[in-house]
């Protein structure tokens, strides 16, 4: 956007223009989440409409279209500590002198960068130029004091998909908050109401997992090395019907929440019980699967995380966690988040979850989560093996495993050292889950239904490979 003043017939749309001769109108995937970051200076200001700092302008300016996007959400986070790149895939906004190096154009006010793949917004990123005098207000432009408000509403138009009428060919004579020139108008008119809408106006229904007495949600995070050392999620699926599941590999997305070594670009693959490859996936949002996903409300916040739908007979399976890599990108490392969500749409269920990865210290221990469901207590099991993978020749194991249960809100449960010391240890024995070494950890709890997450480290400090399982006692 640059500074001046203009005025009438329609919104324009921004295209991908990979192939010139067949450009694609662009748009998010239909029901998809939006995360910006918001990396707009921590610094609380007085600013004109009362907002205390540029990061809660932003927000307000991002709610500013939410209620007229039907099948898209904007979130966002204030403060990220996320760094502001290109080609992270995440969607920052962020003051600068520079565009990522390059100049603003003149009077340029603000630039928001698009990254795109077949017609799907992947990335954007949002430089608000520092040169410019920002403040935050309503009613009439008073330059050389920008307002901060509609500028933002108008760029973030831009990461919706919204083009300048003013620029455009032929030129469209609309009041608009997407003309290229910053005026009077503070925020969105019809024009830019009516393009929002005839992109995000329809789409996918959205679902939801129907809550039940049964283990919902079950996740491992851990970090994913290369070779044998990369993240592997079991599970097992129980019943007589097939039963539908959204498994996903989170990864980079993990840096919006403070994990600063997050693996950068996961991949996923899913295999049976005879090693049989069922389903993979590198980039979740160039997949066919991409809306149904997110209208579950499930679309990973970055969009070359790895995500699967897929309907499973009953079985036991396993999943891959594990860095991209191709001739020209090497694998790496990080931290990353495997998730197990039983759609529920039949009476079979997943009724266990185990992951094998890479205890560290810090940030880099293995977690499990999950919810208990439905309105009563249950029992599960939960287990922290380590010396006795070497009878499956897995090397480095840890030599002894320390477990924590949380509650939500973060508050200690139980903790476990040595399984033979629970007070539950004649529970663990009965369900025949009893762990092959001693100085393994277990626990039974019966838990209130709500969310859990299951640590586990190297008692003193040690580190190496560990196996973190949790089972519903009675499915
Ligand atoms: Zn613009």
């Known amino acids: 956007m640059v500074a001046a003043v203009s005025t009438s017939s329609g919104y324009v749309r921004e295209f991908d223009t990979t192939n010139p001769n067949a450009p694609i109108p662009l748009a998010w995937v239909k029901d998809r989440t939006v995360q910006i970051q918001l990396s707009l200076g921590n610094n609380q200001v007085m600013l004109q409409d009362g907002f205390t700092s540029f990061n809660d302008s932003a927000a307000d300016a991002l709610n500013t279209w939410n209620p007229y996007l039907a099948h898209l959400h904007y979130s966002w986070i204030k403060n990220s500590p996320v760094t502001p790149a290109q080609g992270d895939d995440e969607m920052s906004a962020f003051f600068d002198t520079k565009v990522f190096g390059m100049n603003f154009g003149t009077d340029a006010l603000a630039v928001t960068l698009l990254n795109y793949r077949n017609g799907n917004m992947e990335e954007t990123d949002t430089v608000f130029n520092k040169a410019v005098s920002w403040d935050s207000y309503r009613g009439p432009l008073t330059p050389p004091v ?48 009516d393009g929002v809408t005839a992109i995000y106006g329809t789409g996918p229904a959205y679902n939801s997992i129907p809550n039940g007495p049964v283990l919902m949600n079950l996740s491992t995070r851990g970090t ?30 993990l840096s919006a929440s403070g994990i600063a070594d997050a693996l950068a670009d996961s991949a996923i693959e899913l295999y049976d019980v005879n090693r049989n490859l069922v389903a993979s996936d590198d980039d979740w949002f160039v997949s066919n699967d991409a809306p149904t996903i997110a209208s579950y409300h499930l679309d990973p916040p970055n969009s070359i995380e790895a995500a699967l739908i897929v309907t499973l007979n009953p079985g036991n399976y396993t999943a891959i966690v594990k860095s991209f890599s191709s001739s020209t990108q090497p ?25 094998r990865g890479q205890v560290g210290t810090g940030n880099d221990i293995m977690i499990g989560g999950f919810v208990i469901g439905g309105s009563t207590g249950k029992r599960v099991v939960i287990r922290a093996i380590g010396p006795s993978l070497s009878q499956s020749n897995v090397p480095n194991p840890l030599s002894d495993p320390y477990l924590e249960l949380r509650d939500s809100s973060g508050n200690l449960v139980e903790a476990n050292d ?58």
């Open 146 to 193: 920008f307002d901060f408000h509609r500028v933002a509403i108008h760029e973030f138009g831009h990461v919706l998909g919204l083009d300048h009428p003013d620029q455009a060919t032929p030129k469209q004579n609309v009041v608009a908050i997407m003309n290229s020139r910053t005026g009077d108008l503070d925020t969105v008119a019809q024009d830019d109401i």
């Open 418 to 475: 040595d399984w033979q010391q629970s007070p539950e240890a004649t529970t663990i024995i009965a369900d025949q889950l009893a762990p092959a070494s001693p100085k393994e950890s277990a626990m039974a709890p019966i838990l209130a239904p709500g969310g859990y997450t299951a640590l586990v480290s190297g008692a003193r400090g040690t580190t190496g490979t560990a196996l973190v399982e949790i089972y519903d006692e009675s499915p």
């Open 224 to 253: 994913t090395n290369t070779g044998d050392n990369v993240l592997i999620g079991g599970f097992a699926i129980q019943g007589s019907q097939p039963a539908q599941f959204i498994i996903r590999a989170i990864a980079f997305s």
């Open 331 to 355: 694998a790496t490392t990080g931290v990353a988040l495997f998730e197990l969500y039983d759609l529920r749409t039949s009476k079979s269920r997943a009724i266990n979850v185990s992951t």
